[in-house]
């Protein structure tokens, strides 16, 4: 929903999707910082990774699916 707010603690497990249909954005703050620029930057090219590369770029950024 417009304006909702979301913690997540350190290692605490989490996730996002954008079932509206409609285009959204979000504002991310990691405090303290955390180098995740690289993150942000390529995982709109996860589909075109082969599987070794998906798996090294997701154990690289401490993402792992549950």
Known sequence: M??????V???GVHAFRNESGQ?????ILFTPGA????Y???????ARM?????EAFF???DTFWV
């Open 2 to 7: 417009p304006g909702d707010f979301l913690h």
């Open 9 to 11: 603690p350190f290692g």
């Open 23 to 27: 285009p959204a954005s979000m504002l």
């Open 35 to 38: 180098p995740r620029e690289d």
């Open 40 to 46: 942000f930057e390529r995982v709109g090219t996860v």
């Open 50 to 54: 082969s599987p070794q590369e998906r």
């Open 59 to 61: 154990l690289t950024h």
